[in-house]
Antibody, heavy 119, light 107 residues
């Protein structure tokens, strides 16, 4: 049973870089799925941020691409998100998830972590 | 970018009733790449349907998905108390986008 767990600071200052890590357990990150990040501002809908394959190939939301970096550490079975130059609009619950290569659906999710951008 | 529009925004129904949720795409979506999720307050979304009509592991058969092209539907045949939640559609035909959600509330 795959499990995903997000970790990282819950408070980030405006203009700084948001950094989160997703630890994957119960499944090897090299076994054929994509791994991604999704966010949800309080009271609003879901927004895909981007995905990565264990080879390092990345796919980003065009609207966030200039500020996003997703990386993978296969030795630790985890992947990470960096979002630069954050503003209050980046305040959200951030989820990591596993994406099926064939269907594009997100079949396993972490519990989510709230990141607030505030000085 | 493919925009997904979900309707209605809110659906007020009673337990035992049938729920029909719509997801309309701004351009054609491959049926292979259309999914539905359920989200309850304080929880992560849960995959219900993938490939437009395939139920995910452990999903009861009262949930069904259908549609093709630009029009897709999620049907809950008889609402159970635990089905009252927000539902999202998602496509991966071009980049990855979500619809705005439909809230199914108790009437």
């Amino acid at each position: 049973q795959v499990q995903l767990q997000e970790s990282g600071p819950g408070l980030v200052k405006p203009s700084e870089t948001l950094s989160l890590t997703c630890a994957v357990s119960g499944y090897s990150i090299t076994s054929g799925y994509y791994w991604g990040w999704i966010r949800q501002p309080p009271g609003k809908g879901l927004e895909w941020i981007g995905s990565i394959y264990h080879s390092g190939s990345t796919y980003y939301n065009p609207s966030l691409k200039s500020r996003v970096t997703i990386s993978v550490d296969t030795s630790k079975n985890q992947f990470s998100l960096k979002l630069s130059s954050v503003t209050a609009a980046d305040t959200a619950v951030y989820y990591c998830a596993r994406r099926d290569r064939n269907w594009g659906s997100l079949d396993s999710w972490g519990q989510g972590t709230l990141v607030t951008v505030s000085s | 970018e493919i925009v997904l529009t979900q309707s209605p925004g809110t659906l007020s129904l009673s337990p035992g009733e049938r729920a029909t949720l719509s997801c309309r795409a701004s351009q054609s979506v491959s049926s292979s790449y259309l999914a539905w999720y359920q989200q309850k307050p304080g929880q992560a979304p849960r995959l219900l349907i993938y490939g437009a009509s395939n139920r995910a592991t452990g999903i009861p058969d009262r949930f069904s998905g259908s549609g093709s092209g630009t029009d897709f539907t999620l049907t809950i045949s008889r609402l159970e108390p635990e089905d009252f939640a927000v539902y999202y559609c998602q496509q991966y035909s071009s980049s990855l986008t979500f619809g705005g959600g439909t809230k199914v509330e108790i009437k």
